[in-house]
């Protein structure tokens, strides 16, 4: 068993024993539920995989990755509210399957048990968590709500959009591979280097999302087009925008809003993108943001001489063959 | 002006000067707006006359005054989205000026806020805070959970009713003056008595609200009969129930549920609350909370000479000429 698939099994039989067993049930039989829907845990992995990376012995590293992943279904939960979705990881959402009111509260005590979690570690390890924690947690927030308030504009820039991508997506994983290496005791300079690699790869991740929304392949069961007959802002329509022509604009404007022909809506929207060559684009500027990842973890070589275990997991994500 | 007059003052000021003017506007406007609504600012002000109380001159007094109102702001802007209120204060709440998302991330926004400003005050004053706030953030959404789950059970008792409003009201009182009462540097026994004191207090409070819900002047300007046309399980309904003979019993069941005629639903609840005399009974429960409390007050006179600015504002509140 490699290393990788090893942590994934440590921090998952962790994650199991963390069950809420108190009451009211009704509180806490939602963030259980949520809990087991499963996916990746790409936090958590992260968290002990820069860990292991900087040679850690911590006995609180597991505690750390599970108040991150616990952070990120909070923030699941919420977003699944705003966005009236109706299912996550194939299952009916927490609001779907109870009730509005049951998954605001059982989502605001994930995040107040996160917290909770995040001080003991702080306590307990004698490094200072909390308030970089709490930084990052507002971002997120400040990054949700300008990705709502993008859909009712016609003006937001590339700019805005990455701005955007990387405080709602990135720095979380910046900071599960930061306070990860923190634990293993990684000097300051280092954990800041650590931050901009896991930020600059969060970016590129979210931007492969987005590529793989329009032009993936749909034999992997996933439904290809969501971005595009949900008239999302995303990072090929922003730059499509900015490159069509008077005529492409019509037909993209004359798109927008509507629903009744799903798959002819997909392909005269991706064909427009094709055209002006944005799937080329996006690609470019997701490989700048791995390859400024590269550079990133090359340079962490000297203080990190066994950071292959993180840079290896993070390269399989991106070639998602994890 | 007497103390409790500037503390008011001080404390509004202060308040006025922690406007959000970050970005994006649309997730900090709510917060402003839920701040600006008003209000006894019972919580902050009872933080700063417990620290006055205890001789206090720290420097954090305000900051920490204001995240526990932060917090309460928080809970009031969530249990308004799970209660459907259309108004808070004579205004329209969040998420009917603005909507339910920006309603959930201004909320969530607003604990995290709460949360840096606390670990803040940890950092800046050497007293240990955080752990004790996440506690009692946990019970206050135990205890909303609680009331929502109420709504739809017909055995709950008088025992698990207060428990439910000593964790959905009473202990952020208890904590807003045991806060205080730390930053002033009283020891750690008084402010576990203060605790007792404020959750005492507390309780008597929402008792006395349910009380006034139904047996309240009208000429006050509030809505007179909103719980027994909700069919709340309150204080007065459960012992009611506990009470009623058969017939009454059934009086109850048939006005159970329906809001065709509100008028009279409201009379015949309430004779039939009467004739048991459970008006007498929340009466003298309620006394003896506040003589609990009282006589909690009397021993810390010791320790506290100063506590009459304190107790002074509590009466006040217990005999609603604040």
């Given at each position: 068993m490699g290393i990788q698939e090893k942590i994934f099994k440590?921090?998952?039989?962790?994650?199991?024993?963390?069950?809420?067993?108190?009451?009211?049930?009704?509180?806490?039989?939602?963030?259980?539920?949520?809990?087991?829907?499963?996916?990746?845990?790409?936090?958590?992995?992260?968290?002990?995989?820069?860990?292991?990376?900087?040679?850690?012995?911590?006995?609180?590293?597991?505690?750390?990755?599970?108040?991150?992943e616990l952070f990120h279904n909070f923030t699941l939960l919420h977003d699944d509210v705003m966005d009236h979705a109706e299912q996550r990881r194939g299952k009916p959402t927490v609001h779907k399957k109870w009730d509005v009111a049951t998954a605001i509260l059982s989502g605001d005590e994930m995040l107040i048990q996160t917290c909770i979690l995040i001080n003991e570690v702080e306590q307990e390890s004698g490094h200072a968590f909390m308030s970089e924690f709490l930084t990052m947690a507002s971002e997120v927030c400040q990054g949700q709500q300008s990705d709502m308030d993008f859909e009712n504009r016609d003006n937001v820039t590339l700019d805005e959009y990455m701005e955007m991508i990387r405080k709602k997506t990135a720095i979380l994983l910046a900071v599960a591979i930061k306070f990860g290496s923190r634990l293993a005791g990684i000097d300051g300079d280092t954990q800041e280097v650590l931050y901009d690699y896991g930020t600059s790869a969060g970016v590129g991740f979210q931007m492969m999302d987005d590529y793989l929304d329009?032009?993936?392949?749909?034999?992997?069961?996933?439904?290809?087009?969501?971005?595009?007959?949900?008239?999302?802002?995303?990072?090929?329509?922003?730059?499509?925008?900015?490159?069509?022509?008077?005529?492409?604009?019509?037909?993209?404007?004359?798109?927008?809003?509507?629903?009744?022909?799903?798959?002819?809506?997909?392909?005269?929207?991706?064909?427009?993108?094709?055209?002006?060559?944005?799937?080329?684009?996006?690609?470019?500027?997701?490989?700048?943001?791995?390859?400024?990842?590269?550079?990133?973890?090359?340079?962490?070589?000297?203080?990190?001489?066994?950071?292959?275990?993180?840079?290896?997991?993070?390269?399989?994500?991106?070639?998602?063959?994890?």
């Open positions: 440590d921090y998952q039989s962790f994650e199991l024993q963390q069950r809420y067993l108190k009451d009211p049930q009704t509180l806490y039989e939602p963030i259980n539920y949520v809990l087991a829907l499963g996916g990746k845990k790409v936090r958590p992995v992260l968290t002990c995989l820069a860990h292991e990376a900087g040679g850690g012995t911590s006995s609180n590293i597991l505690k750390m990755a599970y108040a991150l329009t032009y993936g392949d749909s034999s992997f069961g996933k439904r290809i087009g969501g971005d595009i007959l949900e008239d999302k802002k995303t990072w090929l329509y922003i730059k499509a925008m900015e490159l069509a022509n008077a005529g492409q604009k019509a037909v993209l404007a004359n798109w927008h809003g509507t629903s009744t022909n799903e798959e002819a809506k997909i392909d005269a929207v991706r064909s427009i993108y094709t055209d002006l060559g944005v799937d080329k684009l996006i690609a470019k500027e997701m490989e700048k943001q791995f390859e400024h990842a590269d550079q990133l973890m090359l340079s962490m070589k000297n203080q990190m001489p066994n950071i292959g275990v993180l840079s290896d997991y993070l390269n399989r994500l991106a070639k998602r063959t994890i």
